[in-house]
Structure formats: C-alpha cells, structure tokens
C-alpha cells in the first residue's frame, strides 16, 4: 500500500524489514547456542542434586557433607554463568533491534519530509507511513521477541528429543510369532555379545539346558554369567547367534511374552513404594489374597511381615528402603513363586541373606524349582551344591561343568579352587 503512494518510502521500508529479520535471524541462531549451554548445565545441576540425595547415606558415613555442598556449588556457579551469559546475549539483541528501529524512523521520516518538500507526496502519505511504521515496530519486535522465545523451548527440548530420537535397542518383530514356551528347554547356540563398544563378553558362546534341569553358574566377576540371564529375558540382544526356547527363537516372539513365562529374581530388587501384599502381588495381579500369603510364607517373608503392625498393608517405601536387603530379596522370592513361570532365573537371590535364612530359602527354592527349569547365579556355592549340573564360566566360556562332587574331584580345577577357599580358604590368613 506505502509503494502505491510512493515508491522510494514503500522500497525503504521493504529493505529496513529484511534487514531486520535478517539480524533478528542471526541474533536467535547465535542465543540458541548459549540456550543449549545453559540447558545442559541446568541438567547437571539438577543431576548433582539427585545424585546427592540418592546417596545421601555415603554423604554422611565419609562425613562429606561440606564436600558436596561445594560440588553443588560449583555446578550452581556454572549454571548461574550460562544462564547470565545467555540473558546479557538476550538484552544485546533487544538493543540492536531497538536501535535499528530508531535508525529506521528516523531515515524514514528524513526521506518522508524530504519527498514532501520536493512535492511528491502529501503530508496524509507521511501520516499514512507513520501507521504502517509504528505497526511494523510491533510486528517485528514481536517477531524477534517470540523466535528467541520458540528457540529457547527447543534448546530446552534438545535433550529430551535426543533421547526420543536414540534407536531402541531391543524391539518386538513386526510380525510376532505365537509363543510356544511350554516346558522351558534353553538351548545357547553359538552366540557372540558386546555390550555397547566394549570387549566382547560372549564369543560363539553355547549352552544347554534341559526342561527341568536346575543349572547352577558360578565363575568370576565379569565372566558373563548375569548377562546370560539378562539375554534370556531380552534386556539386550544377541549380535549373533541365536537362544532358543523349546525350539522357538526368542527374538521372533514378542517380550512380553517371553517375560511372562520366566520368573526372574535379580540380585538387587526394587520394590514400589506400595504394601507389602500388592508388591508381592505385582507378579500376578489376579492372585487372591490366600495365594500371596502361601507365597510370602513359602519365602519366609510371612515371618518379617507379620512383625509390622499393619502386616501386609505396610507401606515399604520408594525402592523397598523400609525394608533390609534380606527382606526385600524374600519379597522378591515371593513374587517369583508366586508368577509359578516354567522358567526359573535366579540372580545371587540369596546373596543378601544370613545363613539361617538362606536355609530357610533353599528349602522354599527347592520346592520352587521342581518340575521347572532353573538357572542360578551365585558366588556362594552353598547355595548351588544340590543343583542337577553346575557351569563353572571365566571370560566368557565354559571352562568346568558338572555335578557338585565331580567337580570337586578335578584336580587344580577352577571350582575346586573357588570350594577351597569359600570353605576354609581365608581361616589361615
């Protein structure tokens, strides 16, 4: 419309409002760099705080209660640095627009004046170009203000979208196959497995396990043993090679499928922070109230809850942290007991418990396997003396394998060492 009355004001305000989209532009490319910096050190602070309160126990036993406040302080210092720097850059920009719109009043009205002197146009074009002037500020100033505010939400998103944006590591197929899993054979073939740019932990790997038979592994930290059970239930995938359950590739059916018929008792559980009967519960909802007890019994976990003056309705707390490590092991016991799976995979279940109770557990235990197939992981051997066969791994191999009293006979043999010094080994130091 301005170019209508006069081309040079219309062409003049055409240049100005590039120019400042243009700067504008430039301006919110260089503030979304200092967004992203002070985003990533929000997320630092706020992890130094979780990681504080986490671990708030190893705070007060090394007394470092003034060494973490300096370390919050610092991460607090870096935040508060990007977080001016990107404010002092914000206010920098809102300058140079402001100031350009003073520029261009001012040589818009100088070119206006002049063209009215000169008699090419009227004083109603100079009002007219005074409206569409100011309503350009507006718009313009808008526009810069909401892209550094568009800009800032997408430095704050980043991170969140780069975790959307990672490939997911383990994925149902696209077309499932119906699962099979009856009786619970295991067959291992050949598999190869690195966890992320590590070294390898299985290479052409192989083991079977008969439906029904009660497989004990034993071996060195770090020899692979968890991670054969973290295989099974698909908390990672194989990179080659294939593990079967009666015959039925698990990597062809979907996980939760898979999950549900396998009772996995992991050697740190985790509770809700809910009572002790929908805990126990949790592993199969539609269970009544006797057959949870049955389960927390056979565990020996009935003899701890019955302690609580509200019993089975006690609150346990965010991770179980009401609860010992030997109590929350029981409550896991009683979950998988009561999930009655034809798979059975204990991760050192009993590690967290004293010799009397470990007792009592193994008497649960050896209920709980009959007629299932069962993997243990332990480094008490105690706890795998009566098992059908026991594997004995180191660097991701079978070294040793064989019931408890064969092994024993091998001399110079891996388990026999390890027998050795669990039952006697450290009395002489």
């Given at each position: 419309v301005l170019t209508y009355f006069s081309t040079i004001?219309?062409?003049?305000?055409?240049?100005?409002?590039?120019?400042?989209?243009?700067?504008?532009?430039?301006?919110?490319k260089k503030k979304f760099q200092k967004d992203l910096l002070e985003s990533a050190a929000n997320s630092r602070t706020t992890g130094v705080l979780a990681d504080a309160v986490t671990n708030v126990l190893n705070v007060k036993m090394f007394a470092s209660q003034a060494r973490e406040f300096s370390y919050f302080a610092d991460a607090t210092d870096i935040e508060e640095k990007r977080r001016r720097d990107a404010w002092y850059f914000q206010n920098l920009q809102f300058m140079f627009q402001g100031y350009f719109i003073a520029i261009f009043e001012l040589v818009g009205i100088f070119a206006a004046v002049s063209l009215?002197?000169?008699?090419?146009?009227?004083?109603?074009?100079?009002?007219?170009?005074?409206?569409?002037?100011?309503?350009?500020?507006?718009?313009?100033?808008?526009?810069?203000?909401?892209?550094?505010?568009?800009?800032?939400?997408?430095?704050?998103a980043k991170e969140m979208v780069d975790?959307?944006?990672?490939?997911?590591?383990?994925?149902?197929?696209?077309?499932?196959?119906?699962?099979?899993?009856?009786?619970?054979?295991?067959?291992?073939?050949?598999?190869?497995?690195?966890?992320?740019?590590?070294?390898?932990?299985?290479?052409?790997?192989?083991?079977r396990v008969k439906a029904g038979e009660k497989v004990g592994l034993v071996g060195p930290s770090g020899s692979g043993k968890s991670t054969i059970t973290k295989l099974l239930l698909r908390f990672a995938d194989v990179q080659s090679g294939e593990?079967?359950?009666?015959?039925?590739?698990?990597?062809?059916?979907?996980?939760n499928d898979l999950r549900s018929q396998i009772a996995y008792v992991p050697q740190d559980p985790i509770l809700f922070h809910r009572t002790l009967i929908e805990n126990i519960r949790y592993a199969r909802p539609d269970a009544a109230d006797k057959d949870v007890i049955r389960a927390a019994k056979l565990a020996h976990a009935?003899?701890?809850?019955?302690?609580?003056?509200?019993?089975?309705?006690?609150?346990?707390?965010?991770?179980?942290?009401?609860?010992?490590?030997?109590?929350?092991?029981?409550?896991a016991i009683a979950r998988a007991i009561l999930k009655d799976a034809p798979i059975?995979?204990?991760?050192?279940?009993?590690?967290?418990?004293?010799?009397?109770?470990?007792?009592?557990?193994?008497?649960?235990?050896?209920?709980?396997?009959?007629?299932?197939?069962?993997?243990?992981?332990?480094?008490?051997?105690?706890?795998?003396?009566?098992?059908?066969?026991?594997?004995?791994?180191?660097?991701?191999?079978?070294?040793?394998?064989?019931?408890?009293?064969?092994?024993?006979?091998?001399?110079?043999?891996?388990?026999?060492?390890?027998?050795?010094i669990q039952a006697g080994g450290f009395a002489t130091a």
């Open positions: 004001l219309g062409m003049i305000l055409l240049v100005w409002l590039l120019l400042y989209i243009g700067v504008t532009a430039f301006f919110v009215w002197l000169n008699g090419s146009i009227s004083a109603g074009t100079i009002v007219l170009m005074q409206i569409y002037i100011f309503t350009s500020f507006e718009v313009g100033w808008n526009i810069g203000r909401n892209f550094t505010r568009v800009m800032r939400a997408f430095a704050e975790i959307f944006e990672k490939p997911i590591a383990v994925s149902d197929p696209k077309q499932p196959e119906e699962c099979r899993i009856r009786k619970g054979e295991i067959e291992i073939k050949q598999i190869s497995f690195t966890y992320g740019k590590g070294s390898k932990v299985f290479r052409d790997f192989s083991l593990i079967l359950i009666d015959g039925q590739n698990i990597a062809h059916i979907r996980q009935d003899e701890f809850i019955s302690l609580f003056p509200q019993g089975y309705d006690t609150l346990v707390g965010e991770r179980g942290i009401k609860l010992s490590g030997g109590e929350r092991q029981r409550v059975l995979a204990l991760d050192e279940a009993t590690s967290s418990l004293d010799s009397e109770s470990e007792m009592y557990i193994q008497d649960a235990l050896a209920k709980l396997m009959k007629k299932r197939t069962t993997i243990v992981i332990a480094h008490r051997l105690s706890t795998i003396m009566q098992m059908d066969r026991i594997v004995v791994i180191e660097g991701g191999r079978i070294v040793e394998q064989g019931k408890h009293k064969e092994l024993l006979k091998v001399k110079q043999g891996r388990y026999q060492k390890l027998w050795e």
